[in-house]
């Protein structure tokens, strides 16, 4: 970095301070509104509004509720994409805080804090540009939670441009002042699917006249399950997980059909694929068994997420010497996350921001929340980041 970008890195650092405040009071008002995949209109509202109101060149409607807004410094240097979520979790929270959500929907996951992060790093650039090198691409992107939002961005062009891509995560796991800063793999792949057992319908008291879904679905379930165990060589990862079961409404009324929501996590693309192949046969041959037919559907999709490793060690370096927080390697772990679907295009280093209180609930879990410091320490972070990685290359 040189010493000009240093003194724009040290300046940005001290407005974001100056600016927690705003980035709390940003951050509980997104987190207030949740919408799920493809349904962020009012979040990417709300975040094109504050991005074009610093001057930045907007684009929305990308993939559907997207949004990136430009930022091109006045000295010459490459174009880095930062990237935030827009999306909750179909999931009520029930965390009890005076900005809680109220409604089918939650941000238990940290997106509103990622979104919240994002904005500060552009407000303090926005007001430096004139000593910018490069540009920013700021990208609110939809439906992670769903893995279905990053290709479709891609696909729109968002990469068009690019060198280098910068992502950052909050983790309720990891205590606060701690950021990992992994080269190498992050986060495994994931496949989402959606599995209709159909049967058919029927008086619950009158077996034999109908062939029972949920009957099959159960052992469909269960035999996922037992395949993952049986079939996984020693030392591979594989995970085959049932998130949603929806049949029926009545106790005494077989329904037609059973719905089956799941998703696969793995580390070795190869194993995926065997899984991916599995799960259709396995759920066909089951049903099959009991009467029942299938119909499958893939709803989503992420790569296996790895950092560049110069990348990941220009990102340590900047952490550090800045003081900002403590830097750590952590195992890889089984969640996923389609900024892959950047970052398997592109360098790129994703970043996990610790924001455990002590007593957090997981990722995903009703009552989730953060040590609301890693909003600020998210923005610090990211902005540290993409000043050493435009002032480098």
Same mark, same amino acid.
Request: a negative charge; aromatic letters at 4%.
């Given at each position: ?10 300046? %940005?650092?001290?407005?974001? $301070? ?6 709390? *009071? ?10 799920? !995949?493809?349904?962020? /209109?009012? =979040?990417?509202? +709300?975040?094109?509004? *504050? ?20 930022? @091109? ?28 959500? @109220? ?9 509103? %804090?990622?979104?919240?992060? +994002? ?6 650039? $926005? ?32 990469? @068009? ?43 619950? !008291? ?12 159960? /052992?469909?379930?269960?035999? +996922?399950?037992?395949?993952? &165990? ?26 037609? @059909? ?35 037919? =299938? ?5 989503? /999709? ?15 370096? &900047? ?10 390697? &952590? ?19 994703? +970043? ?25 320490? =998210?923005?610090?972070?990211?902005? *540290? ?9």
């Amino acid at each position: 970095m040189s010493v000009a970008t240093g003194r724009l890195a040290a300046g %940005a650092d001290r407005a974001l $301070a100056a600016l927690e405040p705003e980035l709390i *009071r940003w951050r509980r008002e997104i987190h207030a509104h949740p919408e799920p !995949g493809f349904e962020e /209109h009012a =979040t990417a509202e +709300l975040m094109a509004a *504050r991005l074009g109101g610093l001057g930045l060149a907007v684009r929305t409607g990308i993939a559907g509720t997207g949004v990136i807004a430009d930022l @091109d410094g006045a000295l010459p240097g490459p174009r880095v994409l930062l990237r935030a979520e827009l999306d909750a979790l179909p999931v009520r929270e029930t965390t009890g805080l005076e900005f809680a959500a @109220d409604g089918p929907a939650g941000h238990l996951c940290g997106h509103d %804090a990622h979104l919240a992060a +994002l904005a500060g790093v552009a407000s303090v650039l $926005a007001a430096r540009r004139e000593a910018l090198p490069g540009s920013v691409r700021f990208c609110l992107q939809p439906a992670e939670e769903l893995l279905a939002g990053a290709a479709p961005m891609v696909a729109a062009g968002v990469l @068009d441009g690019v060198g280098m891509v910068v992502g950052a995560h909050v983790l309720s796991g990891v205590p606060y002042g701690t950021v990992s800063a992994n080269p190498g793999t992050v986060l495994a792949g994931a496949d989402f699917f959606r599995l209709v057992v159909v049967g058919g319908a029927g008086h619950a !008291g009158t077996p034999g006249q109908f062939s029972d879904a949920i009957l099959a679905a159960a /052992h469909v379930m269960t035999a +996922l399950q037992s395949a993952a &165990a049986q079939e996984t060589p020693m030392g591979e990862a594989l995970v085959v997980a049932i998130g949603s079961v929806r049949a029926g409404t009545a106790a005494n009324a077989a329904p037609e @059909d059973a719905v089956l929501l799941g998703n696969l996590r793995w580390f070795d693309p190869a194993l995926g694929e065997y899984a991916r192949r599995r799960v259709a046969e396995v759920a066909a041959g089951v049903a099959g068994a009991l009467g029942c037919s =299938t119909r499958l559907e893939w709803t989503g /999709h992420a790569p296996v997420l790895a950092n560049d490793a110069a990348l990941a060690a220009t990102a340590e370096a &900047a952490i550090g010497a800045a003081g900002l927080a403590t830097v750590v390697h &952590a195992p890889p772990l089984s969640a996923s996350d389609d900024f892959a679907e950047f970052s398997t295009r592109v360098p790129g280093v994703f +970043l996990g921001v610790g924001c455990g209180t002590g007593a957090s609930a997981p990722h995903h879990h009703p009552m989730f929340a953060i040590d609301e410091r890693a909003v600020l320490l =998210t923005a610090r972070v990211e902005c *540290r980041v993409l000043l050493a990685l435009l002032g480098t290359a």
